[in-house]
C-alpha cells in the first residue's frame, strides 16, 4: 500500500509563496506519474500540475509562470512551489500517485489566500 502525506499548507497574502510537500511512502510500484490537483470552495478537483517518472512537467494555464513541480527520488518526495499566490488559488491541494497497479490521493492540505 501507498501512502502519501502533504504538508506546507497554510494561509498566505495575495502575492506570497508557499511550498507544498508531498512524502510517499510503501510500496511504490512502476511509478507512472505524480501530481498536484485542488479543490477549491464549491468547486470540483481539477489538476494543478503533473510530474511523469521520466521527470516531464506539465502545467495548467492558470498556474503556469507562478508554480513549479518537482520530484526528490532519493526521498521520495515531490513538491509544489507557488509564488504570485491570488486569492482564486485558495483550494485544498491535493498529492495524486499513480502507478501500473493505482491510482493514489494525499488527505489534503489547505491553501488561504487572503489580505
Known amino acids: 500500500q501507498v501512502q502519501l502525506v502533504e504538508s506546507g499548507g497554510g494561509v498566505v497574502q495575495p502575492g506570497g509563496s508557499l511550498r507544498l510537500s508531498c512524502a510517499a511512502s510503501?510500496?511504490?510500484?512502476?511509478?507512472?506519474?505524480m501530481g498536484w490537483y485542488r479543490q477549491g470552495p464549491g468547486k470540483e478537483r481539477e489538476l494543478v500540475a503533473h510530474?511523469?517518472?521520466?521527470?516531464?512537467?506539465i502545467y495548467v494555464d492558470f498556474v503556469k509562470g507562478r508554480f513549479t513541480i518537482s520530484r526528490d527520488n532519493a526521498k521520495n518526495t515531490m513538491y509544489l512551489q507557488m509564488n504570485s499566490l491570488k486569492p482564486e488559488d485558495t483550494a485544498v491541494y491535493y498529492c495524486?500517485?499513480?502507478?501500473?497497479?493505482?491510482?493514489?490521493w494525499g488527505q489534503g492540505t489547505q491553501v488561504t489566500v487572503s489580505s
Open positions: 510503501g510500496s511504490i510500484f512502476g511509478l507512472v506519474a
Open positions: 495524486n500517485l499513480r502507478t501500473v497497479l493505482g491510482t493514489y
Open positions: 510530474i511523469s517518472s521520466g521527470g516531464s512537467t
